[in-house]
């Protein structure tokens, strides 16, 4: 296997196929699942099958109202590749893929979609929340993480020659387990080795995403290519949300297209797209322009167009005809579509 070297990956791009010009990325998903299983393990432990998805119970098991086990795996490539199709044709170019470490990636499948679909495609690498992790990682270091992680860039992961190009997401959980802390440590030491940007999913304690901000200031990590994921079901207060913008990090809201109120894991005020635009324009307005950047995070059947739901097309075709309706300029849109994710995507 040959190894990357840290001036090979400078001001490139790494995607699944190998390294481009960043100019080439356009507009980009900085966070979505192509190939995923997030089958919690309480259900997985279950071995509770439950029904086959379609328009008609769509709503219901995005309700809680039916389980279906089944929604928690994106495991068919032909339907992914239309979907990824979808997205071009609104307009989209490349896709953030990050499942890692927990998530049962599928580095092939994805070269795969990436060749038939025409779609850039830059893969996480990592782990995922301590719930979802191997067991084996319990007694494993810093700097055996670190290697791990460190090779999945320059090297390939999972077994195969094809190489990450952005380090995540990197799980949390709330309250922060030891073991995520040192994939977090060996995570930064990997990106200081790489010079990649790291990706995290925080846990869900309004002040989880700082404590993240705080640990890489303190170790001297770059906050301007840490992004943090998921905000949009985390923080609910300009306060906060500002505290974090401070920091000099990168605001993720992921979870477009996620318009309904029921939310399984916590009992919180979930926004609608509108009520996300409302928060970004509050960043904006705070001089944090440059930190935000936009996302679905499909890691469910149920939110792909072929089951009912909105699909990896939704922003393109919805959201920023939204924006430009609510006056976001040409000049915030591609900075949130195109320029943030390829300062971010190229390796320093
Ligand atoms: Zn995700």
């Known amino acids: 296997m040959t190894r990357m070297t840290r001036a090979e990956l400078r001001g490139r791009t790494q995607t699944v196929l190998g390294l481009i010009d960043p100019e080439q990325l356009g507009s980009t998903l900085m966070h979505e699942h192509i190939i995923c299983d997030i089958t919690p393990p309480k259900l997985a432990a279950t071995g509770v099958e439950g029904d086959e998805i379609d328009i008609c119970n769509c709503w219901q098991i995005n309700y809680g109202q039916k389980i279906s086990a089944l929604k928690y795996k994106l495991n068919q490539a032909d339907i992914a590749a239309r979907e990824i199709k979808e997205m071009l044709e609104a307009g989209g170019k490349t896709v953030v893929e990050l499942t890692c470490g927990g998530l049962k990636p599928r580095p092939q499948s994805l070269a795969d979609i990436s060749r038939t679909t025409g779609a850039h495609i830059v893969m996480g690498c990592g782990h995922y929340v301590h719930d979802f992790q191997d067991k084996t990682n319990h007694t494993r270091s810093v700097e055996d993480f670190a290697a791990e992680i460190t090779a999945q ?29 040192r994939v977090m440590q060996g995570a930064i030491i990997a990106q200081q ?25 303190a170790r001297g990590a770059p906050t301007d290519r840490l992004v943090l994921s998921h905000i949009d079901r985390t923080i609910f207060d300009e306060g906060r949300l500002l505290k974090l913008a401070a920091t000099g990090c990168v605001i993720e809201f992921d979870l477009f297209g996620m318009e309904q109120s029921y939310y399984p894991h916590s009992d919180i005020d979930m926004p609608n797209d509108a009520i996300r635009l409302r928060l970004l324009r509050k960043l904006i307005e705070h001089g944090h322009l440059e930190q935000i950047v936009i996302s679905h995070d499909i890691c469910h059947r149920t939110r792909l167009t072929r089951y009912g739901g909105h699909g990896y097309q939704h922003i393109f075709k919805n959201v920023i005809p939204m924006m430009r309706r609510r006056g976001y300029s040409d000049d915030e849109i591609d900075t949130i579509m195109v320029k943030t994710p390829k300062r971010l995507l190229a390796f320093v």
């Open 193 to 217: 080795e790489t010079g990649a940007a790291i990706n995290v999913h925080p846990g869900r304690h309004e002040d989880q995403p700082q404590e993240v901000a705080d640990f890489f200031l």
């Open 153 to 181: 860039v320059l090297e390939g992961a999972w077994g195969t020659d094809i190489r990450a190009g952005i380090i995540g997401e990197i799980g949390c959980q709330a309250p922060w387990t030891e073991l995520e802390r």
